[in-house]
């Protein structure tokens, strides 16, 4: 698939209007949680093979209140499971639209880079020439592309021992 230059610009004015919009959204969910590893890990987790039996268990508490125990809160549950659907569908756009920024950033740094890589090459090519100036920027950009050199480490500069035959 071919992807279109991106041409567009965002002023600060839009920028900030979007990311009030953000935070206005994340005050709608003030019970928003953030799990530390260790209880993520802890937790029991809802597979999706599991989904429809916590649905189907609430259709069937709702039809059969006689098998529901006095310690289960019916309430709460009912509560959970709509949260955990209506934050499914909520999840669901807010990720289509991460994707999205996402694959724009990857174009638009695409783009970005392709042009200061021809840049680079232009300034290379002024000093060669001797254009004053050009060597600085040149220099300046080339500190990207030196490579790496490997750090040896004590063991690799000693040279194993030959073996004494007897």
Known sequence: MLVKNISAKITPEIEEQAQQHLKDLKALFP???????????????????????VDRSLFHARANPQYVPPYLDSQEFTSDVELKNSLHRIYAEVNALASKLRDTILVVESEAYASARIFYKSVQTAAKEGTEGAQQVAQDLAYNYKKKRAVKTDTEDKKPEPEKSS
Do not use: C, G, N, W
């Open 31 to 53: 019970f928003l949680t953030d799990l530390p590893p260790i209880e993520r890990m802890r937790m029991a987790k809802l597979s999706r093979r599991y989904v429809d039996f």
